[in-house]
């Protein structure tokens, strides 16, 4: 597998472009976003478990339910979630694609990202609609990534080539989050595109498999979006076999399309709001996966374990406490507890109860970009990792700002 | 019910203290207390959920178990947790109120608060004891409240009277919490102490009812601490008919715990590690009580909620937000929510979906210091109230410091 430039357009066949339209009051700030397919594609969706979703989450649902699809269409600055009209404007989003793209409007993924509970209002994204797509190209992606961002510090592309039964394939993906730009946004969209031929079905047996073990274990602030979704389009033009059973071309295709979604989870968490560090917690030996995750989520959600790496602070009491309330069956005895850097790694509790170390090595360790917290549940073969980040000033500077 | 003075002193045949033993650096902070009933007295407690259970909760376990106890020792500055001479040590402190005190170590209910997975030496304890006991008074209500503080802004101590039978009873306490002093310590503690006569397993009854619609609905940062506990000691010298069974005399006492109890999750919760505002979320109209319990558990933790009332931010979205992913049976179509506080109440959101309201007016609303968020459901009769504070800087600050 070798990365490669280009994110949703290095895939053979796609365009995509990013403009302003005026959904956002900054003309610096692109706020739509277009990717288009040369040909209909294989396309599979993964949404928010939110009982309240965004209407563009309804409107997609309806239109991939055939299997396929053929472009992505998602603007910033307003989420279009909780208003009455939403439905009806995300179908207009889709009917203003058809219009100028030449895309089915029912071949349409739509998205929104920003705030919730303001109507949206068509008329920026009509203006800007011939612009944007005008602008479609094969170097597109950056424009595309720019133009779903909210508070995002950087726009977040990523591509890969790799190979299926001796045909050259490539995956690329655009993405967003994780957080609220000004307050009450608060989605994750991953958009991924691959020229590998893929059934609709084995596209969606992939993705949904990957999610378990990638989007579901990250988290930034604990709080689940409303408008989250990952779609993949995969429109065969590599000409591989399509894959339309398990074996070793979709093992193949899974292990690229995780490459991927593992590359988002790391770089959503560490561009999560405010954030001055990446966590990684892994959890090894437990009695099984399902309580390695849910002890890696439990650590990594924690306020108070946070708070400690934002801090630097060798704080491995507040571990073993969210070990301890996460639910999972755990023997408290046999824990042992590590921290992980660049900088070198330090010992700091076994069999549950502390051990000396030197708190000048754990500062040192805790001082750099990137955290690994390693635990041992000693009780198993069961592994698990989760992706978050620290609790800073920042994020409750974000998030305590006024809308208005 | 009438509020008096006097603390866990109020009740007949208590006496209180609180010294400076030496656990703490800070010469200036009480960090030993000593509650002392003249009689055995009843016992109740409950504790923390965690799997990681201080050395203390292990031993007051042990010591209540046949129903009785006459004395509360707790010292703050160490929680007395993940050390592998734990027990040891917490049976050390008994023993040291059994050699001063009179009362058998086996009648004392312990309790630690502080940092986690540091060695505590018994030796400031044994030194500070003598001076404890003998300084035990029907004045040291505050002076033992003092000695359990961690990062609470202020000693905290409440007591009512109450009849039962006839009989004049008073019911007082104090406690500490939430959050963490030093990095690693979050721990809740309340001692109740009652003169009323009721049995061991009456008392126990009231309690465990009582936690589940009082202390359990009060969350602070989400993390559930390895030192919890409230336990209630109940003398009988006011010399009431002995309750032992259900009826008017346990609802009179449960109403009167209950006064107590609820006086605490307010009280913690706005004393909540950096809070500016206290929290108050009170959800109707759910399909039944689990669900609005759930419901308003979910509100309150949400960290994009909470940061969104430290900025009086009317930002309903995020309490949609939160009522959808909170897991229980919701119709989002029906959602109403209102802001309500001493400046007046704005609703801000029907069947729903926004409805327009004035920003300046629930600026105002919010820039008070006590919140109520009204949910109201609209699909049953299930009621629940959970209380929490907002999100600050300070927060972060307070555990992001170094414990060194």
């Known amino acids: 597998m070798k990365k490669i430039q280009g994110g949703v357009c290095a895939p053979l066949g796609y365009k995509a472009n990013g403009v302003h339209c005026g959904i956002r009051k900054n003309k610096t700030k692109r706020d739509l976003s277009l990717i288009v397919s040369e040909v209909r594609a294989a396309a599979a969706c993964v949404y928010t478990q939110n009982l309240v979703k965004g209407a563009p989450i309804l409107v997609t649902k309806k239109h991939v339910a055939d299997g396929y699809a053929q472009a992505i269409v998602c603007n910033s600055g307003n989420a279009n979630t909780c208003n009455a009209d939403g439905e009806q404007i995300a179908e207009g989003m889709c009917g203003l694609v058809q219009e100028n793209a030449g895309v089915a409007a029912g071949d349409v993924i739509?998205?929104?990202?920003?705030?919730?509970?303001?109507?949206?209002?068509?008329?920026?994204?009509?203006?800007?609609?011939?612009?944007?797509?005008?602008?479609?190209?094969?170097?597109?992606?950056?424009?595309?990534?720019?133009?779903?961002?909210?508070?995002?510090?950087?726009?977040?592309?990523?591509?890969?080539?790799?190979t299926l039964g001796g045909k050259e394939c490539r995956i690329g993906a655009i993405g967003k989050g994780v957080g609220m730009i000004n307050p009450n946004m608060a989605t994750m969209l991953?958009?991924?595109?691959?020229?590998?031929?893929?059934?609709?079905?084995?596209?969606?047996?992939?993705?949904?498999?990957?999610?378990?073990?990638?989007?579901?274990?990250?988290?930034?602030?604990?709080?689940?979006?409303?408008?989250?979704?990952?779609?993949?389009?995969?429109?065969?033009?590599?000409g591989n076999a399509v894959i339309t059973e398990s074996g070793k071309d979709f093992a193949a295709f899974r292990k690229a399309l995780n490459?991927?979604?593992?590359?988002?989870?790391?770089?959503?968490?560490?561009?999560?709001?405010?954030?001055?560090?990446?966590?990684?917690?892994?959890?090894?030996?437990?009695?099984?996966?399902?309580?390695?995750?849910?002890?890696?989520?439990?650590?990594?959600?924690?306020?108070?374990?946070?708070?400690?790496?934002?801090?630097?602070?060798?704080?491995?009491?507040?571990?073993?406490?969210?070990?301890?309330?996460?639910?999972?069956?755990?023997?408290?005895?046999?824990?042992?507890?590590?921290?992980?850097?660049?900088?070198?790694?330090?010992?700091?509790?076994?069999?549950?109860?502390?051990?000396?170390?030197?708190?000048?090595?754990?500062?040192?360790?805790?001082?750099?970009?990137?955290?690994?917290?390693?635990?041992?549940?000693?009780d198993g073969n069961g592994k698990a990792t989760a992706w978050g980040c620290d609790l800073t000033y920042e994020y409750v500077k974000i998030n305590g700002d006024y809308r208005t």
Request: proline share 3%; net charge neutral.
């Open 110 to 162: 739509v998205a929104s990202t920003g705030v919730i509970g303001q109507p949206l209002s068509l008329d920026p994204i009509a203006e800007g609609m011939p612009a944007l797509v005008a602008g479609l190209s094969q170097d597109g992606s950056g424009l595309a990534a720019q133009g779903i961002m909210t508070t995002d510090t950087i726009p977040k592309e990523i591509a890969y080539s790799f």
């Open 190 to 238: 991953i958009f991924v595109t691959t020229d590998a031929a893929i059934s609709p079905s084995m596209l969606q047996k992939a993705l949904s498999a990957d999610v378990k073990d990638s989007f579901n274990m990250v988290s930034v602030d604990g709080d689940t979006s409303t408008n989250d979704m990952v779609s993949v389009l995969a429109n065969g033009m590599a």
């Open 259 to 378: 490459k991927v979604t593992t590359y988002w989870c790391r770089k959503i968490a560490g561009d999560g709001e405010g954030a001055t560090k990446l966590l990684e917690c892994k959890v090894a030996g437990a009695k099984n996966k399902a309580a390695a995750k849910t002890v890696a989520k439990s650590v990594i959600k924690s306020s108070l374990f946070k708070a400690a790496m934002f801090g630097a602070d060798a704080n491995w009491g507040r571990v073993l406490c969210a070990i301890g309330y996460s639910g999972a069956p755990v023997d408290v005895t046999k824990v042992s507890v590590d921290f992980k850097s660049r900088a070198g790694s330090i010992a700091v509790c076994r069999g549950g109860s502390g051990i000396p170390f030197s708190e000048e090595e754990a500062k040192k360790v805790l001082s750099e970009k990137e955290i690994e917290v390693l635990i041992g549940l000693g």
